[in-house]
């Protein structure tokens, strides 16, 4: 059973920074696309960015483009999200989410079929 595990949330003062980190357990290979996404309270879940199996090809949502950056670390399991110039409306639970044997990232969350327990990210002075 894969199994996804999320770190790094934590409270930041606005224009900080913060790494968050998604460690893949329970599969045989690195073969899977990892998607970021938040959700804030009484709001839908936003799509933030994918990596894909497709040579590396990465895809972000316009409103992180130039703050958020997403990275994979195959040796270590791990899948990264570096949260740049965060602003307060970017408190939410951050979760990430696995989709196994893909290729390119799915067009929808509800095509990922494990996902982590989330990490809070606070931003506020």
């Known amino acids: 059973q894969l199994q996804l595990v999320e770190s790094g949330g934590g409270l930041v003062q606005p224009g900080g920074s913060l790494r968050l980190s998604c460690t893949v357990s329970?599969?045989?290979?690195?073969?899977?696309?990892i998607g970021w996404f938040r959700q804030a309270p009484g709001k839908e879940r936003e799509a933030l960015s994918c990596f894909s199996n497709d040579n590396g090809v990465t895809k972000s949502v316009d409103y992180v483009k130039g703050r958020f950056a997403i990275s994979r670390d195959n040796a270590k399991n791990t899948v990264y999200l570096q949260l740049n110039n965060l602003k307060p409306e970017d408190t939410s639970i951050y979760y990430c989410?696995?989709?196994?044997?893909?290729?390119?990232?799915?067009?929808?969350?509800?095509?990922?079929?494990?996902w982590g327990q989330g990490t809070q990210v606070t931003v506020s002075s």
């Open positions: 329970g599969f045989t290979t690195n073969y899977y696309v």
């Open positions: 989410a696995a989709r196994p044997l893909a290729i390119a990232c799915p067009k929808g969350s509800n095509e990922f079929h494990f």
